[in-house]
């Protein structure tokens, strides 16, 4: 499937190529890798293809510039050595991001060629002398994960090209040391994070992007495991010293038992309320009333049986215990005396500076709309026009937020919830992957917010589960699509306002929600539009048959 071209291996730029022989997969121009006292240097589009197509690349859409590995280090792995490759990625516009890429060499003798599973993680088929083989992302390698694990069990370092600290806690230790045998495999590759499981009892997240500093997911992960809250639990971490700067590489979590994510589950919900819908009399479920809102939710108990029973105690349930256990986390937050973690207060100056980016997302909304608006289908391009014309009403709901300073407090917070962080463990749900927007900077995620933007995020994530499985069951035919979306709605209607119910009720009198409601109903619209217009932007660009999500939940505010 791909095709191939040869690199020489050099010492420096000047040096007579050596026999050795690289082919990298996906090449386009001839070139060389350059290794020298001061790390790698690539220069050719290898790295950047290779970079591209990884699930852990995080900038798709924007163009690279250059790739440049500015730093490596090695880990001895039994008789041989994996390579990490700090790697800086620069592009035509923005910041620079860096990556961490391990690499290993592994050979046909070692053992199988990648199977299918793995092939896109192969780098390169080498040549060395008479030895064939391949340079592969380590993380996918048996033996370099097995190696992380005993390096955090022993509290390992090493010293080259700075120095590598693995930290653990003693229970590790003990653990590792009545396994005799311990299975490990990769879960899955996010833009989070590949994540590698050792004997179903523990999780490793290898982070692929990293930046200068705390990594938010490894600071908040360890504080609220020593709060009594439904969160997966610190076990140990590996750090990367250069020079005066830290990087760190990934975190060892104790691995709860569950059932999947939020995310899988609710689908499964929603199927079982199509099918629900489908050997109904549509005339009476359609008269089915819609109760509460955002600002006044009401609980699953409060509804009649037949609207219970169609819209599921299942899905209910979990999201009641989601807002219950999300209330719980924001309070957690919120009790510790450390710099980082004492809440901030509300200022007017900051009110100010959350319009201001609200401007600035209408006007992209007006000039997404402009450029992309004829790739949107028939049945909302109507709609989306005239929420175009609706700018000015937006504004001014938004600018309510800095109408007259709001007593109430910015916090940590997630930063990047929906229901694929949280965990089904069976009798209850728990919060996990607290890193925040992987495409921003690590300063831009540890900032003190409202922790109200994490509950915009979660009734978005409900809209987008409902709405997803409706726009691609196989349960109804195309032509009754567009009159089933409805249902879609209902059902995200009532399941995020039990999750409010129950997230407002844990939270009752706490600083970080306003006792007044007018102006809980200001910082919930703000937000929510907040949410749905960065959300509606993306769609309307890279998915305009999902733009009606967010395009409704844009209606839901201010009509």
Known sequence: PYSYNWFYLKKSATDAPTETKLHFLQADNWDALFIDETGYTL?????PEYIKRMPW????????LSTNIIEHTGLPVGDKEVEILLIEVAFETGLPEYYQLPVAFVSKED????????????IAQLKMGEQEGYLVDAAYTTSFQKALFAFLANGKRFMSGGEVVFTADKTLQESIQSIEHYSTKVSATTE?????????QYLLKLYRKVDKGIHPDVEITRFLTHA???????????????????????????????????HHYMLERVTNFIERILARDRTIISAYPKKGSVMEPVAFEELDYEVKEFVGANAAEAARQTGKRLAEVHKALTGSLEKDFIPEEFSLHYQRSLFSSMVSLVREMGQVIDKNGHNLPGNIAEEVKELNNKKAQLLTTLKKVYSK??????????????????LLTGKDVMLHDFGGDPSKPYSERRLKRSPLRDVAAMIRSFYYVAYEEFLTSSQMQQKEQDAMLNFADFWAHYISGFFMKAYLDELNGTAFIPDDADDFEVLMQTFLLEDALQWFNYEVIHRPDRTIIPLRIIQRVIL
């Open 43 to 47: 220069q050719n589009q290898v790295l």
């Open 57 to 64: 690349f995080v900038s798709k859409d924007k163009a690279i």
């Open 111 to 122: 053992g199988k060629e990648p199977d299918a599973t793995y092939a896109a993680t192969v």
């Open 192 to 200: 989070m994070h590949t994540a590698i499981i050792y004997d179903n």
């Open 228 to 262: 009594d809250v439904h969160t997966t639990k610190y076990v140990g971490d590996i750090e990367w010293h250069l020079n005066d700067s830290t990087f760190i590489l990934g975190m060892l979590e104790k691995l709860e038992e569950n059932h999947g994510d939020g």
């Open 405 to 422: 300073k709001l007593d109430v407090l910015k916090i940590r917070i997630h930063g990047h919830l929906g229901l694929s962080h949280i």
